[in-house]
């Protein structure tokens, strides 16, 4: 068949498409059985896994415009791979449904298989079996499996009152990628033969604007501080999806305390993204404390714990008073409304 | 919040809808940790698991109007436990992603998780997490859990030069539900007041119809089959999606064999079909040679191997010629196309 550079996946069947898409994908040391049966096969050497499944929707979660095939594949992994390592569990393998409208460039599809591969192989994870259908808008559905290694699964339920919460990752980064994207606040780029007409002021916004959007099209969660926490006896953790009130708003509860926030502990978060905010006229309390799909991990560890690589203190854990907020910032009620993102919500968009 | 029965998901949040769903779905004996923390854990005794998985698409896959809720939740999941049982393995655990539009009635997702439940249930499987987000069609990713219970994978390389080809389910009877479904062909209810006004001719064709029709909604594969095929050493193994000719031509490659099929062995299939194939114009051979969604399970036993029960047989392995095809009818080409199902093929329906 003669390529062209922007064949449609129409033009491919399945099986030539699949062709395409599986030499891209990385095998991982767990991988018993990689694609091509009816099923994979993984190890699972403690006798258990971990599994956690996460789908990303065209022009819900993402669009074309903003994201290209290799974000949308990254993202669709990395936010998953953030579920199983909020568990305390090294991920291990993951396997795919896709979802593609007929006209969808072929290009675009190998550029989303590249993305998860590199979501994947850096952590080791294999990109073991999927599935491939047509319809109406790109869809992809991603499930991720971990090992625990012998150790209990971290839930949310453990904080106890005198607790640090501390948190690994970044704070209102892919909110703030997203506000200058709706915003058409681009990074520009600086031609070193014009180096009078940039300032330094301008270089810094251009610098915050590409890290934001990074992080909005391809979060970097640190996953090696799940199971790193994990093995320092962590009490209770939680990957950040949703928002940080939101999110801590749900361990609070499960664990039945109340979770106060330290408006220094998230200064600096904020303050990063303060030039931005100004730019988009937005505020960056708002982003740090509601901003989701940072994927970062709300971890809390008990008061004389040693707190492993990547984790720094946000707040404590006090009693929950009844009537009282199950989030506080320094002892109050936040500043701002913690909803955070609902995936229903009528023109939600993240 | 005043309930009213057409009530659509947009006027639930994310967490009252899980709130719905979740109390539908049943744990099973392999769930360790269940829905609710940011994974969930399932037990893998021989220190494995096999995993697979498929997503159905509004008007790709199903139409509301021919399938209720409960019919797609029901298919998605048997679907995912036919290609865990093709692997020899008993399924443990699913999880699950939904795309739905706003619009949706919350009666219909409930509907969807009954489905769910009544397939999971038997067969003890839990449904241990999911993923809900909109999107502009209803959209059900499955993925689906095994365990292997010591014994290795059956894979499709197995088949030998003198082993019998068998098979376990029914052939044809999704494509001849669609195909009754597309013609509008429905089955009556006959009154017991008007006994004089219906033939038995017609309570037969009215029978097939019942059976094809269900059969495409909801397919009931034998999913114990493929442990009981493995434990009896079965050759090579899988589950037919994408019709009989497809799927044996796959293993046939495979195996480097040539797989012939029996007329004979397959006549009785076609003979159930034959009255409802007269009355859509269609042809019984084309529904049992290459109609897909049964999900029965296709299976090569050595000359000697006692076969297990439900399975019977319906070809055997010859040497495969070069030039020759991988899939023969009585020792000659098929008399139908057998391209079979292609999910990118213009205006397929199944």
């Known amino acids: 068949m003669t390529e062209h550079p922007n064949q449609p ?6 099986e030539e498409l699949l062709a395409r898409i599986i030499p891209r994908l990385p095998q991982g040391p767990a991988t018993v059985l990689g694609p091509g049966d009816d099923a994979a096969v993984v190890a699972a050497p403690d006798g258990r896994f ?3 499944t996460d789908v990303l929707v065209e022009d819900r979660h993402f669009r074309r415009a903003w994201s290209s095939g290799c974000d949308v ?15 305390g569990a090294r991920p291990t393998a993951v396997v795919t449904s896709l979802v593609m409208p007929p006209d969808l460039e072929v290009t675009w599809v190998e550029s989303l298989a590249d993305g998860m591969a590199a979501a994947c192989a850096p952590h080791q994870v294999g990109a073991v079996g999927g599935d491939l259908s047509s319809g109406p808008v790109v869809m992809i559905s991603v499930t991720a499996h971990g090992d625990l290694q012998g150790r209990e699964p971290v839930l949310r339920d453990g904080a106890r009152v005198g607790d640090r919460v501390c948190h690994a990752g970044v704070l209102g980064r892919s909110a ?6 709706e915003a058409g606040i681009v990074a520009r780029c600086h031609s070193p033969s014009e180096p009078g007409q940039v300032t330094d002021d301008q270089r810094h916004l251009d610098a915050v604007v590409r890290d934001a959007v990074g992080g909005y099209v391809r979060p970097d969660p640190p996953l090696a501080a799940g199971p790193a926490a994990a093995a320092a006896g962590v009490r209770a953790m939680m990957d950040l999806s949703d928002g940080l009130l939101r999110d801590a708003g749900r361990m609070a509860r499960s664990s039945g305390v109340q979770l106060d926030l330290s408006g220094d502990g998230l200064r ?11 730019a988009c006229e937005d505020d960056p309390w708002r982003w740090v404390l509601t901003g989701g799909e940072d994927h970062g991990l709300l971890a809390v560890f008990g008061p004389d714990q040693e707190l492993p690589e990547r984790f720094r203190e946000i707040g404590t854990i006090a009693a929950h008073e009844p009537g009282r907020p199950w989030v506080t910032l320094d002892g109050a009620a936040p500043p701002v409304d913690g909803a955070g993102w609902d995936h229903f919500a009528p023109g939600a968009m993240s």
Chains 1, 2 share one sequence.
């Open 9 to 14: 996946v129409r033009d491919l069947t399945e």
């Open 50 to 52: 971990v599994v956690t």
């Open 73 to 87: 594949g990254w993202r669709a992994v990395m936010q998953n791979l953030a579920d199983v390592a909020a568990m």
């Open 176 to 181: 703030a990628g997203l506000a200058a994207l």
């Open 268 to 278: 600096p978060d904020v303050e990063v993204l303060a030039e931005l905010a100004q």
